[in-house]
C-alpha cells in the first residue's frame, strides 16, 4: 500500500492521545488539529512545534511557498484561511523526509579534547557526533532505524 499525500496530511496515524491520568479539576490543552489533549502546556507545545516530516505548500491566500515540520502546523495554517478559502489542492503539497540537520539528535563535538600534533584540523572536525536523544548511542556508528 502506497500512501497518498492526502491520507498523509488528512487521515490521523493514530489514535488521539488519550492522557492516562483522571483530570478532573485540571486544565486540560488541545490541539484543535488533530483532537490530541495534553495536561501539561509544555508538553502542547512540543506537539506543536515538532518536527517529524518537511510540508512545502504553496498557499494560494497568501501567495507563498510555506514550509511546515508537522501536519498540525499546516492544518493550523489552512484553518486561518478557512473563512476566506474553503479548499486545497493536493499539488500545492509537497511532502519530504526531514533534512538530516532537523532530525533530532544532540551535537556533541569533542573540539574540547586536546589534539594530537600530527592530526590534521580536518580530522579533529570529523570527531562530531550526533547523539540520539533517546538512546544516547552516536547516530554515526548505530544508524537509523
Same mark, same amino acid.
Given at each position: ?34 483532537? $490530541?489533549?495534553?495536561? *501539561? &502546556?509544555? @508538553? ?5 512545534? !515538532? ?49 538530516? $540537520?532537523?532530525?533530532? *539528535? &544532540?551535537? @556533541? ?5 586536546? !589534539? ?30
Amino acid at each position: 500500500d502506497k500512501l497518498t499525500i492526502k491520507d498523509i496530511i488528512f487521515t490521523k496515524a493514530l489514535p488521539n492521545y488519550k492522557i492516562p491520568v483522571p483530570t478532573d479539576g485540571y486544565k486540560t490543552f488541545s490541539c484543535t488539529d488533530c483532537g $490530541d489533549k495534553f495536561l *501539561f &502546556e509544555s @508538553s502542547y507545545e512540543y506537539h506543536i512545534n !515538532r518536527k517529524s516530516l518537511k510540508i512545502s505548500y504553496f498557499c494560494r491566500h497568501c501567495m507563498i511557498v510555506t514550509v511546515f515540520f508537522n501536519r498540525c502546523k499546516l492544518l493550523s495554517h489552512i484553518r486561518s484561511h478557512a473563512f476566506k478559502f474553503a479548499t486545497i489542492t493536493v499539488a500545492d503539497l509537497k511532502i519530504e523526509p526531514l533534512p538530516f $540537520d532537523n532530525l533530532p *539528535f &544532540e551535537k @556533541s563535538n569533542s573540539s574540547n579534547l586536546p !589534539r594530537s600534533q600530527n592530526e590534521p584540523e580536518i580530522y579533529s572536525r570529523q570527531k562530531k557526533k550526533n547523539i540520539c536523544n533517546e538512546c544516547h548511542h552516536d547516530i554515526h556508528n548505530y544508524g537509523v532505524t
